[in-house]
């Protein structure tokens, strides 16, 4: 049975309500932050398998040439040199953005638990507004009791 709760304001309401809006900019905050993760991933991965490709290429060819080309050899290094700082700046970027993500994500978790801790004390709040409603229908009833007992001896 749904009883009548008109009476009833949760005076944490506006904490509650703000708590929503701050879950709903955290939730978008890290979905963008789990875009730029996985764009950045990819990037790594990009130039990790480049660089392998570079390494192989240079070791097959000399197994294969006799005689060494000194400036191709240098060309060589000097792009999988290229190719490793890339490599190395991108995952220093890659750690920072799944740091960022992480404190948005611990951010986000400690909101709902606010926001969990706020419904069950609103749900227990209904549930004292409840049986006060009740004690004092009940209180109403008894109180109203000698009148209709003299009501009814009138008629």
Known sequence: MTRDRR????????LRNVTDWDMTDAAVELAAQ?????????KVTKL???????????????QYQTVLHINVQR??????LQIQKTLILAT????????????????LNEL????????????QAVEEYDQSMTKLMAQQADDNWPQRLHQKKAS
């Open 92 to 107: 220093r970027q890659l750690t920072n953005i799944e740091k960022e993500r992480d404190k948005t994500l611990y951010r």
């Open 112 to 123: 709902r638990k606010l926001a969990e801790s706020l419904d069950r004390n609103k749900q």
């Open 48 to 62: 990790s398998t480049s660089l392998s490709l570079a390494r192989s290429e240079v070791i097959s060819q000399r």
């Open 75 to 80: 060309l060589a290094h000097a792009y999988m």
């Open 7 to 14: 009476g009833f304001e949760y005076a944490l309401e506006p």
């Open 34 to 42: 789990n875009v730029e993760v996985n764009s950045q991933q990819n």
